[in-house]
């Protein structure tokens, strides 16, 4: 069974919550990265004392009011599925405190942490604000929500980005990697994918290894999996018909992203 692939699950908190997802450092290769994924009926309620984690809560699907008991951002969110393929409204939470999500419609929310120890301004970061760029040509062509890059300093160690790729495309590609603390040529990031497919029923192919191999685990991920990259380069595939989403949460000693190319592959760059 692999290590690094997670299916959902129907974990219900309550009648009205359900965990899809709960990856910590205690249950996981990961000791930078945390992810979880909560789906609310309207009205339900989510709240988490954070401690000495930082949390970015995304709005994947649905409206939802967010609080952190000194700032409340109400009716958040803006599409009802990824796949609309525009941003959408997120709020970053700092360690030490406590917040609390309120479901207004039918929403699935992203929670993406990492370790924290200094306490920094609750900030919402509207749809508007996310950096939206287009990577690659030919069959390497994907779209890029940046909801907290590493120019963003509203964080201690969080990026956040999201992804869609089309179809018959490849994506986090030439292969590449941040597992070396090696500025300014690397940076050590652990990272996790979360993943959707359009139509669901689909699937896509993700690989992580490491150069020497020590790692080397090719996956078939379905619609709402997650992939867990602690370390070496991860590559995504997608078959033709289906187009892919995923949602990246990086964290590490260094709030940096300077990645590594396979220099097996990397000779592809000259033909985009």
């Not at 939802?64 to 941003?87: A, L, Y």
């Not at 994907?142 to 089309?166: G, Q």
Request: proline share 6%.
């Amino acid at each position: 069974m692999s290590k690094l692939l997670r299916k959902p699950t129907s974990n219900r908190t309550t009648e009205s919550v359900t965990v899809v997802h709960d990856v910590s450092t205690s249950n996981s290769p990961l000791e930078y990265v945390g992810f979880k994924v909560v789906d609310l009926v309207p009205g339900a309620t989510y709240s988490e004392a954070l401690q000495k984690k930082e949390c970015c809560i995304v709005a994947l699907t649905g409206k939802i009011n967010v609080t952190d008991h000194e700032q409340t951002f109400n009716n958040i969110g803006t599409r009802e599925s990824v796949f609309e393929k525009k941003p959408t409204d997120s709020v970053y939470v700092s360690n030490n405190r406590r917040f609390e999500v309120v479901a207004v419609s039918k929403a699935r929310v992203a929670f993406c942490y990492s370790l924290s120890d200094k306490s920094l301004p609750t900030k919402l970061i509207k749809a508007a604000d996310n950096g939206v760029e287009n990577r690659g040509r030919n069959n390497n062509k994907r779209l890029v929500h940046n909801i907290l890059p590493d120019s963003d300093p509203s964080a201690n160690s969080l990026l956040v980005v999201e992804v869609f790729t089309e179809s018959g495309n490849w994506s986090s590609y030439p292969p590449h990697k941040h597992d070396q603390d090696n500025l300014p040529v690397e940076s050590l990031l652990e990272e996790s994918y979360y993943h959707e497919m359009n139509p669901p029923q689909g699937f896509i192919f993700q690989r992580v290894y490491t150069d020497d191999r020590s790692l080397d685990e090719t996956m078939t991920v379905e619609n709402g999996d997650v992939v867990l990259v602690p370390e070496g380069y991860h590559p995504v595939g997608v078959p033709e018909g289906y187009e892919s989403y995923y949602l990246n949460v990086m964290a590490g000693p260094k709030r940096i992203w300077k990645f590594h190319n396979d220099p097996d592959h990397e000779w592809i760059l000259a033909n985009e």
